[in-house]
């Protein structure tokens, strides 16, 4: 049953949000079981050095848990830890970004999660909360301040992840161990690891005349939303809309794309799958070592 939270302008400040706005102009990010779809304005954007992440400049410094964002502040360490689930999607409302967020029945109203999406300059015009049996849900319907519509930046819905996940490790440092960003951030960093040769899988598939379907299936890592969208769109090739899932240490993305308004030809397609491996099978090649 759908409930309608109270209130969205209470809230405590988060120290490193300024940081990660100024951050989000020009770095990327990376996710927890985070599914986002976009509808991208395609136009060309810049991506700075593999060393220059907006993952790099967030300070993420575990807290004690407070009262508004503690769901059931009973839970032992010897609890089940649930699957950390951020959900960014592009397509369900025409003029905003719904933004929805699970980490089982912990989380509380989020009310500093909202404030830190303020101050990347952003306005949660909506919120509500829903229970089902994988626990409980916040749901956001978020715009630009500046303009009153939905995100479209590759870079700022990147940076809209970045600053959830952040949250949600400082709030519930038990989330890390599920979460990618767990390795470098994390109180308990993941004792999995993924072979990206092996994690990598890439598919491309007509969707009509006028489109194709691409799916990528890879080994999460900072910064991979913003740079899809670069290896994409750097062969001239658009992105219409998509949606993104990084489960644990997986990301899963499914982008709608065409060249010149049609779909993409099969020597196209060859051309685009090769890209895409060569560079998420070698996230670390240096530009300079070429």
Not at 86 to 107: C, H, K, M, N, Y
Not at 197 to 210: F, K, L, R
Not at 241 to 246: K, L
Not at 247 to 264: M, N, P, Q, T, W
């Given at each position: 049953m759908a409930m309608t939270v109270a209130s969205l302008a209470v809230g405590t400040h988060l120290s490193d949000n300024n940081?990660?706005?100024?951050?989000?102009?020009?770095?990327?990010?990376?996710?927890t079981l985070i599914r986002s779809s976009f509808g991208f304005a395609t136009k060309p954007f810049s991506i700075l050095h593999k060393r220059q992440?907006?993952?790099?400049?967030?300070?993420?410094?575990?807290?004690?848990?407070?009262?508004?964002?503690?769901?059931?502040?009973?839970?032992?360490?010897?609890?089940?830890?649930?699957?950390?689930v951020v959900i960014i999607d592009q397509d369900s409302d025409p003029s905003a970004t719904i933004v929805e967020i699970t980490f089982g029945d912990r989380l509380g109203a989020l009310l500093d999660t909202?404030?830190?999406?303020?101050?990347l300059g952003l306005n949660v015009v909506k919120a509500n909360v829903f229970l089902?049996?994988?626990?409980?849900?916040?749901?956001?319907?978020?715009?630009?301040?500046?303009?009153?519509?939905?995100?479209?930046?590759?870079?700022?819905?990147?940076?809209i992840r970045l600053t959830i996940i952040n949250n949600m490790i400082q709030y519930h440092p038990e989330s890390s161990a599920q979460l990618a960003m767990?390795?470098?951030?994390?109180?308990?960093?993941?004792?999995?690891?993924?072979?990206?040769?092996?994690?990598?899988?890439?598919?491309?598939?007509?969707?009509?005349?006028?489109?194709?379907l691409l799916y990528v299936e890879t080994a999460d890592r900072p910064g991979l939303l913003v740079d899809?969208?670069?290896?994409?769109?750097?062969?001239?090739?658009?992105?219409?809309?998509?949606?993104?899932?990084?489960?644990?240490?997986?990301?899963?993305?499914?982008?709608?794309?065409?060249?010149?308004?049609?779909?993409?030809?099969?020597?196209l397609q060859q051309v685009l799958?090769?890209?895409?491996?060569?560079?998420?099978?070698?996230?670390?090649?240096?530009?300079?070592?070429f």
């Amino acid at each position: 049953m759908a409930m309608t939270v109270a209130s969205l302008a209470v809230g405590t400040h988060l120290s490193d949000n300024n940081s990660i706005m100024k951050a989000s102009e020009s770095r990327g990010s990376m996710g927890t079981l985070i599914r986002s779809s976009f509808g991208f304005a395609t136009k060309p954007f810049s991506i700075l050095h593999k060393r220059q992440r907006l993952s790099s400049v967030a300070t993420i410094t575990p807290r004690a848990s407070s009262a508004t964002a503690v769901e059931d502040p009973s839970h032992s360490e010897a609890d089940i830890i649930p699957t950390p689930v951020v959900i960014i999607d592009q397509d369900s409302d025409p003029s905003a970004t719904i933004v929805e967020i699970t980490f089982g029945d912990r989380l509380g109203a989020l009310l500093d999660t909202i404030n830190a999406l303020k101050n990347l300059g952003l306005n949660v015009v909506k919120a509500n909360v829903f229970l089902d049996s994988s626990g409980k849900h916040n749901k956001f319907a978020i715009t630009k301040a500046d303009t009153g519509r939905k995100v479209e930046d590759p870079e700022l819905l990147e940076a809209i992840r970045l600053t959830i996940i952040n949250n949600m490790i400082q709030y519930h440092p038990e989330s890390s161990a599920q979460l990618a960003m767990g390795v470098a951030f994390g109180v308990v960093p993941p004792q999995q690891q993924v072979d990206v040769d092996v994690a990598t899988h890439i598919s491309i598939y007509d969707d009509g005349p006028d489109r194709s379907l691409l799916y990528v299936e890879t080994a999460d890592r900072p910064g991979l939303l913003v740079d899809l969208v670069k290896i994409i769109t750097d062969i001239n090739i658009d992105v219409k809309s998509g949606e993104f899932d990084t489960e644990g240490l997986l990301a899963k993305a499914k982008f709608h794309v065409s060249y010149r308004d049609k779909a993409i030809i099969k020597p196209l397609q060859q051309v685009l799958g090769n890209s895409l491996r060569y560079f998420l099978r070698r996230p670390t090649t240096e530009e300079a070592s070429f």
